[in-house]
């Protein structure tokens, strides 16, 4: 038998107030594809830090390829030849490729001159052996965040990494770019390297992982062999409890509409129409939902309908009222609620007191932030007190989701409400969004998860190029239709095609 790749046994970690690693057993064998699986704040995040050198375990011990050792900091990691893909990257945007991979370990010619060429070479070399398709001359600021994740992983393969740590790293992903991912790790791990990831998603851990540990609040439960189980049996073991996958609802009863764009029109970044002459109506008392490949304006839409970007032409109705031009302030007083997609940059005051992040919008309000906390299971054992940034990945997306829909909009627009959330978190979520649009309010969902678009809307756009190509009732739609239509082709040329 030969020795696993890692083993960390009896490992403890306690931050203040919170006990995140409580006597955790890890034992991860060389050559294999193996998952870490647990609820928002289990404690995994905190595991794979502790094996990087991030943090110092309080107890326990990590013995690598048989060897017990301390790791004391990052650099240690990289010496025994583990690395990690952070689930936020850490490139610099307006450097190329080949420059990101080699920062900090730049190959000089004999007389001491920088090198670019050589280790263009290395780079192209690795790319070709691992499937990792990216131009090493590109600047990360020009390639699509499924390359960026290429350029992460060929970082670590560069410093000789052959246990190969990845943090959700599929959270960011359009459902190609996963397809891509876990064909690379089979490639991966072909070539004898091994494999840890962090996934809430359990069809990518059955379709890729060999094995799989299981967290629930800092303890371990238990490392299973994937092949043995299905994926309800997998979710029922991490949360403790049954878990219903499918989405109840009853029949929509539209009534006003709420929203109107017509024809409208958004600057992107680059400069050019993200939003191409858009236009749609959601009602009060439906859930509409955006479907799109990531990058086809959904984010320049949701902010200008919330007002944080200005349209450049074409009109926004708020119940019949212009708000084309109305301050952001103002569209909150209306009764316009925002879940935004990147909630460290837009959602959240990362260094705020969970309270003052909860109450943000509603500090006229009486003080609920408890009582949010309790309702939406934000698992912050400090309470309103913790610093918001200290709070695990899905816990600060469920403190946007129970501030946004404590504020009692008539318009919420969310956009991808569930990413990084544990299946127990997501059906909470689904059921509220749900409740929402029961309770009259009008509901506009942009999600890549086209399973949560089929299950929550009761009508669905399909985006492409910053314009809608096609509205479907919910009955009507599936998986296929969806599908084509994102890839931009209408109903009618869909028609012709099959003729
Ligand atoms: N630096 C820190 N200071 C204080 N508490 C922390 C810190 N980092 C993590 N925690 C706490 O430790 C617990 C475990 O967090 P961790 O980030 O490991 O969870 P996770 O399993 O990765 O969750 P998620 O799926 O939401 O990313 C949580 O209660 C979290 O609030
Ligand atoms: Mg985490």
Redesign the pocket.
């Given at each position: 038998m030969p020795v696993p790749a890692i083993e960390m046994l009896g490992i403890t970690k306690i931050?203040?107030g919170?006990v995140?690693n409580n006597r955790v057993n890890f034992t991860v064998e060389q050559a294999e594809i193996h998952a870490l699986l647990?609820?928002?704040?289990?404690?995994?995040?905190?595991?794979m830090s502790i094996l990087i050198g991030l943090y110092e375990p309080d107890g326990g011990i990590i013995r690598v390829r048989g060897q017990e050792l301390r790791i004391r900091n990052p650099n240690d990691a990289t010496a025994l030849r583990i690395g990690m893909v952070h689930q936020h990257f850490k490139l610099i945007p307006n450097f190329t490729v080949t420059e990101n991979i080699v920062l900090g370990l730049e190959p000089r010619s004999p007389l001491g001159n920088l090198d670019l060429q050589s280790a263009e070479e290395r780079v192209q070399g690795l790319s070709h052996a691992y499937g990792l398709a990216v131009d090493p001359r590109s600047k990360i600021e020009d390639i699509t965040v499924g390359m960026q994740q290429r350029v992460e992983i060929l970082k670590i393969l560069y410093r000789d990494a052959d246990i190969l740590i990845f943090d959700?790293p599929t959270a960011v992903l359009t459902p190609q770019e996963i397809d891509e991912l876990l064909a690379i790790f089979r490639r991966l791990k072909a070539e004898g390297k091994t494999i840890v990831f962090?996934t809430?998603k359990l069809k990518e851990i059955k379709a890729a992982a060999d094995r799989c540990t299981v967290?629930r609040r800092?303890k371990f439960i238990a490392t299973v062999k994937v092949a043995d189980l299905g994926e309800r049996e997998l979710a029922e073991m991490m949360v403790g409890r049954a878990v219903n996958f499918k989405i109840e609802k009853a029949p929509p009863r539209p009534g006003e509409v709420v929203l109107k764009i017509e024809d409208l029109v958004v600057t992107g970044p680059q400069g050019a129409a993200a939003v191409n002459g858009l236009s749609l109506d959601v009602r009060a008392g439906e859930v509409v939902g955006v479907a799109g490949v990531d990058g086809n304006g959904q984010s320049e839409l949701a902010s200008a309908i919330y007002g944080l970007l200005p349209a450049k032409s074409g009109r926004i109705l708020f119940k019949g009222r212009d708000i084309t031009r109305t301050s952001i302030r103002e569209r909150i007083k209306m009764g316009i609620a925002y879940v935004p997609d990147d909630r460290q940059r837009y959602g959240l005051v990362l260094d705020f007191f969970l309270y003052e992040n909860l109450m943000l919008k509603a500090y006229h309000k009486p003080p609920f932030a408890q009582n949010l906390i309790n309702q939406f299971d934000i698992?912050?054992?400090k309470g309103p007190l913790?610093?918001t940034g200290?709070?695990?990945?899905?816990?600060q997306q469920k403190a946007i989701i129970a501030r946004e829909l404590s504020l009692v909009p008539e318009l919420l627009i969310v956009s991808q409400p569930t990413r990084?959330l544990?299946v127990g978190a997501i059906e909470y979520i689904h059921a509220r969004i749900l409740a929402e649009r029961d309770k009259g309010r009008a509901v506009l969902l942009i999600s890549f998860e086209l399973d949560e678009i089929l299950g929550l809307c009761d009508r669905v756009a399909a985006l492409s190029k910053g314009q809608i190509v096609g509205i479907l009732p919910a009955a009507e739609a599936d998986e296929r239709r969806v599908g084509a239509m994102m890839g931009g082709i209408q109903e009618a040329d869909q028609e012709a095609v099959h003729a």
């Amino acid at each position: 038998m030969p020795v696993p790749a890692i083993e960390m046994l009896g490992i403890t970690k306690i931050f203040p107030g919170v006990v995140a690693n409580n006597r955790v057993n890890f034992t991860v064998e060389q050559a294999e594809i193996h998952a870490l699986l647990g609820e928002n704040g289990a404690g995994k995040s905190t595991l794979m830090s502790i094996l990087i050198g991030l943090y110092e375990p309080d107890g326990g011990i990590i013995r690598v390829r048989g060897q017990e050792l301390r790791i004391r900091n990052p650099n240690d990691a990289t010496a025994l030849r583990i690395g990690m893909v952070h689930q936020h990257f850490k490139l610099i945007p307006n450097f190329t490729v080949t420059e990101n991979i080699v920062l900090g370990l730049e190959p000089r010619s004999p007389l001491g001159n920088l090198d670019l060429q050589s280790a263009e070479e290395r780079v192209q070399g690795l790319s070709h052996a691992y499937g990792l398709a990216v131009d090493p001359r590109s600047k990360i600021e020009d390639i699509t965040v499924g390359m960026q994740q290429r350029v992460e992983i060929l970082k670590i393969l560069y410093r000789d990494a052959d246990i190969l740590i990845f943090d959700e790293p599929t959270a960011v992903l359009t459902p190609q770019e996963i397809d891509e991912l876990l064909a690379i790790f089979r490639r991966l791990k072909a070539e004898g390297k091994t494999i840890v990831f962090i996934t809430h998603k359990l069809k990518e851990i059955k379709a890729a992982a060999d094995r799989c540990t299981v967290l629930r609040r800092g303890k371990f439960i238990a490392t299973v062999k994937v092949a043995d189980l299905g994926e309800r049996e997998l979710a029922e073991m991490m949360v403790g409890r049954a878990v219903n996958f499918k989405i109840e609802k009853a029949p929509p009863r539209p009534g006003e509409v709420v929203l109107k764009i017509e024809d409208l029109v958004v600057t992107g970044p680059q400069g050019a129409a993200a939003v191409n002459g858009l236009s749609l109506d959601v009602r009060a008392g439906e859930v509409v939902g955006v479907a799109g490949v990531d990058g086809n304006g959904q984010s320049e839409l949701a902010s200008a309908i919330y007002g944080l970007l200005p349209a450049k032409s074409g009109r926004i109705l708020f119940k019949g009222r212009d708000i084309t031009r109305t301050s952001i302030r103002e569209r909150i007083k209306m009764g316009i609620a925002y879940v935004p997609d990147d909630r460290q940059r837009y959602g959240l005051v990362l260094d705020f007191f969970l309270y003052e992040n909860l109450m943000l919008k509603a500090y006229h309000k009486p003080p609920f932030a408890q009582n949010l906390i309790n309702q939406f299971d934000i698992r912050a054992e400090k309470g309103p007190l913790i610093r918001t940034g200290d709070l695990s990945g899905g816990n600060q997306q469920k403190a946007i989701i129970a501030r946004e829909l404590s504020l009692v909009p008539e318009l919420l627009i969310v956009s991808q409400p569930t990413r990084g959330l544990d299946v127990g978190a997501i059906e909470y979520i689904h059921a509220r969004i749900l409740a929402e649009r029961d309770k009259g309010r009008a509901v506009l969902l942009i999600s890549f998860e086209l399973d949560e678009i089929l299950g929550l809307c009761d009508r669905v756009a399909a985006l492409s190029k910053g314009q809608i190509v096609g509205i479907l009732p919910a009955a009507e739609a599936d998986e296929r239709r969806v599908g084509a239509m994102m890839g931009g082709i209408q109903e009618a040329d869909q028609e012709a095609v099959h003729a």
